[in-house]
């Protein structure tokens, strides 16, 4: 898990909107099988629900 994240090397967003009430193995999943990256690697990932003003990360 990336704790400061000034020191993420990439930084992705996923375009359209995602289900909210997913946990974080879900969003791995889409990470692992959508997208074909690495979750683990040293990224922010930022996922956005209908409603632009919430996000995950």
């Known amino acids: 898990m990336l704790g400061d994240i000034s020191q ?5 967003l ?6 909210m009430r ?3 193995d879900g969003l ?3 990470v ?3 997208f074909k990256l690495d ?8 996922f956005c629900g209908r409603k632009c003003s919430r996000m995950k990360f």
Do not use: M, R
């Open 8 to 12: 993420a090397e990439h930084i992705y």
């Open 14 to 19: 996923a375009c359209g909107y995602t289900d």
């Open 22 to 24: 997913k946990s974080i």
């Open 28 to 30: 791995v999943a889409i």
């Open 32 to 34: 692992q099988q959508n």
């Open 39 to 46: 979750p683990f690697s040293n990224s922010l990932f930022l």
